[in-house]
Each structure stands twice: as structure tokens, then as C-alpha cells.
């Protein structure tokens, strides 16, 4: 099973990556007080970096009357940050930054009760590939040196990653039936976490997304060895992908802001507008470009069909992996 950057960009229209996006018609609407920005993970991972970034993005152009709050609620790969938007008092001030494990924590904690479905479609705002990273002192400069050193490891080597069954979880679990490989995996509650402990070697590879790691790598501390993106990253142009390996895979992480379930129409077009004006900023546009994100915009439509279809493909990706 397949999640590659073609089949992302198929569930969007063409015209839409070319052009500007086409701003919501929001209403007189406005935020009352400030707006609770929730993270999908702990802090220092990608989607804590995203949230930040887009915070100071809307605070430096004053695009908003209130401030978004990051909150971090990473607990049970994202389930604390689901149960907080079902349950809370006032959905109209309440929205989540999200990645895959918006689709893969309520399938597998079905016990929730969450169905995605009832949330809020507000902004896809990129999709993010996946590296394998290792720490330098190890002295592996190639994917041969990294599978023969695993397995002469016999079970004992050590990985890390954001949570079970979820992005990372998905990706190694790729990786070591492709190889054979078999791995120790610890799960962390976000990139951050994850990253930190490689620098520290407290652990002995990661597949972060590249913003997670990319500090680390620029200090000379991470060595990248093999890409899942569709094609090679310009900024790894030396790292092979999987795919050329002889593997037909690769995987994103999708980097979306949703909104609470009932949240009010007017609501919704605001933050849709919000986040339309933050995708085609400078800045914006300067970060996907700085963090090796790929730029992907849905208007609302387009997301709750994407939605359905992600459900279905990580249903069968969970399955087809033991997951």
C-alpha cells in the first residue's frame, strides 16, 4: 500500500497548486476570546513547529483579533487531542493542527468513538516526507551499512517514534519488512521528543520528517540515508529513495488545521479565510519551501472527500502491516 505525494495531489485539484487559493466569504463573525490552536502531538515535532509558526505568522500580520494558544495534547498517538475537540463547550473557538494519526488513532482506539467524519474542514496546508535518519557517531554513511548493522544487532536495535501505529510506526514497519529487518520500537508522544534522543543516542535511528531533524542535521549530529519520498529531496539530492531501491512506496504526512465538530458555519468561514491568508503568505510559502514540505492546498469539499479516502487507505495500510 501506497501513500505517495501523486496520490495526495490527486485528491486535490490541479488548478489549485498552481494558483492562489480562492478565500472563503467569511462573515461578520469574529472570535470573542482567544482561540484554543490544539497540537496533535508533544512539543518540538513538526506540527508544534507548524502551529508555532503559524501563530507568529497571524500575530506579525494581525490577521486575527484574538491570539491562537498553541496547546499541545499529544497523549495516546492524538487521542487526548480528539476527545478534546468532541467534548468541548465552545467548538467555535477551538482548532486542531493534524497529521496522519487523525485518520490512524480512531482506527485503531475504535473505543473513542471518534468519527472524523463530524469534524471541521478548514485548511490543508502541505504534506510532509519522511527520512531515515541516523546519529553520525554511529559511522553508517549508506542503507547497506544501516540493514547489515541491524541485523547483526539480532532484535536489539533501537528506533523511535512518534507514537504506535501511526506515521512513524507505519513507515519503519515498511521499511523492516522490506529489508528484514527487525527492529526495537519505542514511541514518543511527538518528533521533538523523538529527534532529541537521537542527538543524545539515547536511541539509534528515527524516520522524522525533515523540519524535526533538520537543526541536527545542519550541526553535523545526523546523517540521512534513505528518503520515502516519490522522487529525491532537493535539499538530501545524494539520499536515495526507497522507490529506488526497488520498493513500491512512499509516505507523507499530511499537515491540515480542522476544526471542532459543530462548529458554526460562520465560524468555519473565518478560519477558512484565516488560513487561506496564511497559506499565501511570503511566509508561509517560505517555510514549505525551507522545510521540505510540499505545498497542497483543499478548499473544504476537497478535504471531507480526502478525509473518507485516507480513512480507508490507512484502514488497509494498518491491516496489511499488522497494525
Not at 14 to 34: E, G, N, S, V, Y
Not at 205 to 232: I, M, Q
Request: with cysteine.
Amino acid at each position: 500500500m501506497t501513500i505517495s505525494k501523486r496520490g495526495f495531489l490527486a485528491l486535490a485539484c490541479a488548478a489549485t497548486l498552481a494558483a492562489a487559493p480562492i478565500h472563503a466569504f467569511a462573515a461578520d463573525w469574529q472570535p470573542r476570546k482567544p482561540i484554543d490552536f490544539v497540537i496533535m502531538a508533544g512539543p518540538g515535532g513538526g506540527a508544534d513547529q507548524i502551529a508555532r509558526f503559524i501563530q507568529s505568522v497571524a500575530e506579525k500580520k494581525g490577521l486575527t483579533r484574538r491570539p491562537l494558544v498553541p496547546n499541545n495534547k499529544g497523549g495516546g498517538s492524538g487521542a487526548e487531542a480528539l476527545i478534546h475537540l468532541t467534548t468541548v463547550n465552545d467548538p467555535d473557538h477551538t482548532i486542531l493542527v493534524t497529521l496522519n494519526s487523525f485518520f490512524t488513532t480512531p482506527i485503531r482506539q475504535e473505543n473513542l468513538g471518534i468519527d472524523i467524519m463530524t469534524f471541521t474542514p478548514v485548511a490543508m496546508m502541505g504534506v510532509d516526507p519522511f527520512v531515515l535518519w541516523i546519529h553520525k557517531d554511529s559511522g553508517i554513511t549508506t542503507v547497506d551499512q544501516f540493514i547489515e548493522t541491524v541485523k547483526s544487532m539480532n532484535g536489539e536495535y533501537v528506533m523511535g517514534g512518534t507514537g504506535s501505529g501511526q506515521e512513524d510506526s507505519i513507515v519503519i514497519a515498511y521499511m523492516s519488512e522490506a529489508f528484514g529487518l527487525n527492529v526495537k520500537y519505542i514511541p514518543y508522544d511527538g518528533g521533538g521528543a523523538v529527534a532529541k534522543d537521537l542527538a543524545g543516542k539515547q536511541i539509534m535511528a528515527t524516520v522524522n520528517n525533515p523540519a524535526e531533524a533538520k537543526g541536527f542535521y545542519e550541526a553535523g549530529d545526523f546523517v540521512p540515508l534513505l528518503a520515502f519520498s516519490d522522487e529525491r529531496m532537493e535539499a538530501y539530492p545524494d539520499v536515495p529513495t526507497i522507490r529506488e531501491l526497488g520498493h513500491d512506496f512512499s509516505y507523507y504526512n499530511q499537515r491540515a488545521v480542522v476544526g471542532a465538530p459543530g462548529m458554526s458555519d460562520e465560524a468555519a468561514a473565518y478560519y477558512q479565510d484565516l488560513f487561506t491568508q496564511i497559506y499565501e503568505s511570503e511566509e508561509w510559502q517560505g517555510y514549505l519551501a525551507s522545510e521540505s514540505l510540499s505545498p497542497l492546498w483543499m478548499n473544504a469539499e476537497e478535504q471531507t472527500a480526502y478525509w473518507a479516502k485516507q480513512v480507508e487507505t490507512h484502514r488497509k495500510l494498518l491491516a496489511a502491516l499488522g497494525g
